[in-house]
Every structure is written in C-alpha cells, then in structure tokens.
C-alpha cells in the first residue's frame, strides 16, 4: 500500500500568515489521484482539493494544491481564523486508499 | 445536495458483530460510489472499504486488507441505504465511523462512534 506522510506534524502561525503543507508518497500516485480534507474537532473531514490541485465546491481559492507524483503541497494563503485545524492528504488512485497521518495547523 | 447519516448501536461487546447503516438523502444511492472509513479518538483516518454500482442494481466492493476479511458493505436501493458489516470486533475496532461518497470523499455523514467494550 502507499504510504503517506504529513510534514510538519504541528505547525504554528498567525492570521494572515500563508501556511504550506506537505504530502509524500511512498511511490506515485497515479493520475495524481490525491486529496486534502480539513477537519475540526468534532466534525467530519471536509473535502477541500481533489486530483491534487482542483477544488471543491464552494472551497475559497486561498486554499490551493499542487504536485504530482509523489510530493504534493496544500497552500493556504491569508490564514484566517477558521483554517486552523486537522489537514489530511488521501490517496485514492491505488488500493487500498490511504490517507496521511494529519497535520495540525494552529495558532 | 446529497446528505448522509449513519446509524448503528454504539456499544458491541468484544468477538460480536458491528452493524452499521448510511442513510442517503437528496439522490439515488446507484449514482455514486460509497465509502466507510474510520477514525479513533484522538487519531487519524483509515479507509475501510468502497461500495460502487456497475447498473441500476449491481455493485462491486473492495476493502481494506487491513481488516483481515471481517467487513462486508452491501446496498439497498429499495432504502437508499448502504451497510457495513464489521466481524470479531476487540477494542481496537473503537472509532467514529463515517460514511462518505465518491473517490475523493466529497460529501461526509456526521459520523456514529462505537464503542467495543464488555
């Protein structure tokens, strides 16, 4: 299975700041078939960019994703006080889908 | 827009079997690809397998190796809901449990937590 890993694991700024988060993959994700999910305590994750760099509906366009292959990146520009939580990368170009083990993004 | 809601008992003892139900609201359950995945307090996400119909009424499942053959999702059109088996359950089965749609996870139920505990 692909392996995934989040880096950093915490990561610590202000409002206004631009955060950069990084996904690496084990070996190529094919057709670039990877997500990024925001998660807030007590919710369910929100699915914030899939194939890498599209996003979802309605997702402001301060977040952005880039990559292929195996290093991918999620950029939130402008933090606001609402970004600040759990972001998750997901795999599901190959069986079994996999997901990265979160980066916490705080004040 | 298409809405979920699990369901299931919240507590199982240990070696029983988990049974849990994802109610779709706002389309028909045969358009899409469907999802459980799970999450234990406090930790991340794992995928537990994925349930998506080749016609009106057929569908193919594939899960997650890591459950050793003990899950088994199935549908019911007549309902517009799908179901997740989960066998010999032990404590480590102890997990919010989320249905989700699609390949990329784009709609989310809330989540139901069980709890395996005698």
């Known amino acids: 299975e692909i392996v995934l890993t989040q880096s950093p694991g915490t990561l610590s700024l202000s409002p206004g700041d631009s955060a950069t988060l990084s996904c690496r993959a084990s070996?190529?994700?094919?057709?670039?078939?990877l997500a990024w999910y925001q998660q807030k305590p007590g919710q369910a994750p929100r699915l914030l960019i899939y194939?890498?760099?599209t996003r979802a509906p309605g997702i402001p366009d301060t977040f952005s994703g880039s990559g292929s292959g195996t290093d991918f990146t999620l950029t939130i520009s402008r933090l606001e006080p609402g970004n600040f939580a759990v972001y998750y990368c997901?795999?599901?170009?190959?069986?079994?889908?996999?997901f990265g083990q979160g980066t916490k993004l705080e004040i | 827009q298409v809405q979920l809601q699990e369901s299931g008992p919240g507590l199982v003892k240990p070696s029983e079997t988990l049974s849990l139900t994802c109610s779709v609201s706002?389309?028909?359950?045969?358009?899409?690809?469907w999802n459980w995945i799970r999450q234990p307090a406090g930790k991340g996400l794992e995928w537990i397998g994925r349930?998506?119909?080749?016609?009106?009424?057929?569908?193919?499942?594939n899960y997650n190796p890591s459950l050793n053959s003990r899950v088994v999702m199935s549908a019911d059109t007549s309902k517009n809901q799908i179901s997740l088996i989960l066998r010999s359950l032990t404590a480590a089965d102890t997990a919010v449990y989320f249905c989700?749609?699609?390949?990329?996870?784009?709609?989310w139920g809330q989540g139901t937590l069980v709890t395996v505990s005698s």
């Open positions: 070996q190529s994700v094919n057709s670039n078939s």
């Open positions: 706002g389309g028909s359950i045969n358009r899409w690809c």
């Open positions: 989700a749609t699609g390949n990329s996870f784009d709609f």
């Open positions: 194939h890498a760099s």
């Open positions: 349930l998506c119909f080749s016609g009106n009424a057929n569908y193919n499942a």
């Open positions: 997901h795999q599901y170009g190959s069986s079994p889908d996999t």
